[in-house]
């Protein structure tokens, strides 16, 4: 069975950081291409970030509150695990944040977590 678990939310002033953790367990990690997407209150599930299963490619959101330059994304795969330091956090960061898991480079993702809330005050 395969499970993914984020870790790491919790509450910080803007301007503040927080790393995500996800832990994976049940997949063939070093083959399996990892990102990070996040859901706002009252709106919908938005890409935030990913990586290729090697690390050697990585893709950033590029939307009006973009997080390119204060997220980074980043994967052990010694330690079946992804990781998503945030950096100059903004209250418009608040969301349910969680990881995904696809083998293919592009396309639907195969494997979700149930998330970790992040909530920025201003």
């Known amino acids: 069975q395969v499970q993914l678990v984020e870790s790491g939310g919790g509450l910080v002033q803007t301007g503040g950081s927080l790393r995500l953790s996800c832990a994976t367990d049940?997949?063939?990690?070093?083959?399996?291409?990892m990102g990070w997407f996040r859901q706002a209150p009252g709106k919908e599930r938005e890409f935030v970030a990913a990586?290729?299963?090697?690390?050697?490619?990585?893709?950033?959101?590029d939307y009006a509150n973009s997080v390119k330059g204060r997220f980074t994304i980043s994967r052990d795969n010694a330690k079946n695990a992804v990781y998503l330091q945030m950096n100059s956090l903004k209250p418009e960061d608040t969301a349910v944040y969680y990881c995904?898991?696809?083998?293919?480079?592009?396309?639907?993702?195969?494997?979700w977590g149930k998330g970790t809330l992040v909530t920025v005050s201003a």
């Open positions: 049940g997949l063939a990690f070093n083959t399996y291409n």
């Open positions: 990586i290729t299963w090697g690390g050697g490619s990585i893709y950033y959101a």
């Open positions: 995904a898991a696809r083998l293919s480079r592009y396309g639907s993702w195969d494997y």
